[in-house]
Structures are given as C-alpha cells and as structure tokens.
C-alpha cells in the first residue's frame, strides 16, 4: 500500500510558475514509476508526465513539454512537477500516482497507475 498526497497547488497568472509536491508514504516508493495526470472540470483525466522509477528517464504531453518538468528525490519519497510558463488552459486538479515498473502500456494509459493522490488544485488566470 501506498499512500500520496499532493501539495503546492494554488492560484496563479499565466505566464507564473507552481511546483508541486506528491509525498508518499508506505512501500517502496523507489521501485514505483510515477506519472501525474490532471482533471479539468468536466473532462477526462488526462495525462501530464511520467518519471521512472530511477529517474532516468522521463516523459511528457506534447501540451506541456518544455514548460513543465517532471522530477523525484527517491530519499525524500517525494516526486515533483514544476510548471512554467503556465496557461489558463493549464487549470485543473492535479493528480500524482504509482504504476509498477513492469507495465508495459503507453505512459500515458491511466489504468496502469494503481495508487493515487487526492489532487491538488491549480487555477491560472489570464
């Protein structure tokens, strides 16, 4: 079991900066790869970034690459995502979650990713 929570949300203007925070507590944190999604109001969740386990390597949604940047400090059990440059279409609940380091989907299938946070909100006004 593991458990996520999210932090760092908030109100900010396009073109600001947010970083938020996904602590997790319980098993192994380091042997999980993790990806954070978000949720617009009335729309799917959708991914955003995904990191490996190791933090070798990394992944992105063509809407976000080069403005946001996804990171984790395995000792910490905390993962990160800076937001640059940020947009209102930017503005949803931000979701981190785990997938097991053998699933073989694309990255930015949801299904794969098996325990999540709560969400933090993030607001962008124009």
């Known amino acids: 079991q593991v458990q996520l929570v999210e932090s760092g949300g908030g109100l900010v203007q396009a073109g600001g900066s947010l970083r938020l925070s996904c602590a997790a507590s319980g098993r192994a944190f380091s042997s999980y790869d993790m990806g954070w999604f978000r949720q617009a109001s009335g729309t799917e969740r959708e991914f955003v970034a995904a990191i490996r386990w190791s933090g070798r390597s990394t992944y992105y949604a063509d809407s976000v690459k080069g403005r946001f940047t996804i990171s984790r400090d395995n000792a910490k059990n905390t993962a990160y995502l800076q937001m640059n440059n940020l947009k209102p279409e930017d503005t949803a609940v931000y979701y981190c979650?785990?997938?097991?380091?053998?699933?073989?989907?694309?990255?930015?299938?949801?299904?794969?990713?098996?325990?999540w946070g709560q969400g933090t909100q993030v607001t962008v006004s124009s």
């Open positions: 979650a785990t997938r097991p380091p053998f699933a073989s989907s694309a990255w930015d299938t949801k299904y794969d990713y098996n325990y």
